[in-house]
Nanobody, 120 residues
Framework: QVQLVESGGGLVQAGGSLRLSCAAS????????MRWYRQAPGKQRELVAG???????NYADSVKGRFTISRDNAKNTVYLQMNRLEPEDTAVYYC??????????????WGQGTQVTVSS
């Protein structure tokens, strides 16, 4: 019913930039918080950044000042602009969104993940 599709990952040198996108489609009444998580090999999935429907944002300490989360509510899309990338940012990045499909149906959805690799 609802899909999250990510794009924008890839290979970049340290110090470079990438922009991730995540578009939600399907039966959507409204979207509350949207978030980006990442998971590096052998590590737990961690929250990178989040944004509320009103535009309030929060970031992991490790990415503050380098990453910017934003959203386009008209397009049901969330973005993650990643600047000054470091090898430690290498991970699979996942989009997450709290979506209302009806007035009685609200749940979290996940994207399939997109690989970000930063070479030193």
């Amino acid at each position: 019913q609802v899909q999250l599709v990510e794009s924008g990952g890839g290979l970049v040198q340290a110090g470079g930039s990438l922009r991730l996108s995540c578009a939600a489609s399907g039966r959507i009444l409204s979207i509350n918080a949207m978030r980006w998580y990442r998971q590096a090999p052998g590590k737990q999935r961690e929250l990178v950044a989040g944004i509320t429907s009103g535009g309030n944002t929060n970031y992991a300490d490790s990415v503050k000042g380098r990453f910017t989360i934003s959203r386009d509510n008209a397009k049901n899309t969330v973005y993650l602009q990643m600047n000054r990338l470091e090898p430690e940012d290498t991970a699979v990045y996942y989009c997450n969104a709290e979506i209302l499909s009806s007035i009685t149906t609200r749940r979290d959805y996940w994207g399939q993940g997109t690989q970000v690799t930063v070479s030193s």
